[in-house]
């Protein structure tokens, strides 16, 4: 198989042709149209510097918000209310430092300006969204991501003190689980599968989202 190139033709080939790895096509750009597309195809942006990278990863890392796990020191933290919890508050400020992050792993970020530009403007579409933990007037964790119809697709996470961003990403699971029929984490970590995520097929992936 081979990766394929994008032009400025709104299209992407069909996710069954991925590399193994997950790795789909290169090149195109970060519109919202673009964006959009990607996230509702089962892809998704993912580079640390030019050419953008898009993938479609198999399996996929997903949760699914009745299977949501919050463990017995979580729910102590969550009743004691350390911190205050917003949804999009400071979308711009969470993007920034999950931009800053550091990662196991990792030395640089694929949250680069023009990705942080890109999602902004989704944000500014009524896409993406952000949800804020502050602790005394601090931001001082949440998460970002891409919320369509009854899908999020999460982003990116952060966290400068403990347990800030488990307590975004329970109280957002906790608000929005009626509404929500998954939520995509892309690939694996440690943190979020304490949490209840899990793997799937990407065929199962795409069924749930209905694209297939």
Not at 130 to 151: D, H, I
């Amino acid at each position: 198989m081979s990766v394929f190139r994008l032009n400025k033709q709104l299209k992407f080939p069909p996710v069954q042709l991925s590399e193994p790895d997950g790795l789909l096509a290169v090149g195109g750009d970060l519109s919202v149209e673009r964006l959009l597309l990607a996230y509702r195809s089962g892809i998704f942006p993912w580079y640390d510097e030019p050419p953008i990278l898009w993938w479609s990863p198999d399996p996929r890392f997903v949760l699914f918000p009745d299977e949501l796990k919050v463990s017995a020191s979580m729910r102590q933290v969550l009743r004691k209310q350390q911190f205050h919890i917003t949804f999009n508050e400071d979308f711009a400020g969470v993007i920034a430092r999950c931009s800053t992050a550091p990662r196991e792993g990792q030395t640089g970020t694929w949250i680069t300006p023009e990705m942080q530009e890109a999602y902004i403007r989704l944000h500014e579409a009524g896409y993406a969204m952000s949800v804020e933990c502050w602790q005394n007037g601090l931001l001082v964790g949440g998460l970002y991501g891409v919320k369509t119809g009854p899908f999020f697709f999460g982003e990116s996470m952060f966290a400068a003190v403990s347990n800030a961003s488990k307590a975004a990403f329970i109280t957002f699971v906790q608000t929005y689980a009626q509404e929500l029929k998954m939520i995509d984490c892309q690939v694996h970590t440690n943190h979020l599968a304490s949490l209840g995520a899990g793997f799937i097929t990407r065929e199962e992936f795409l069924e749930i989202i209905g694209f297939s």
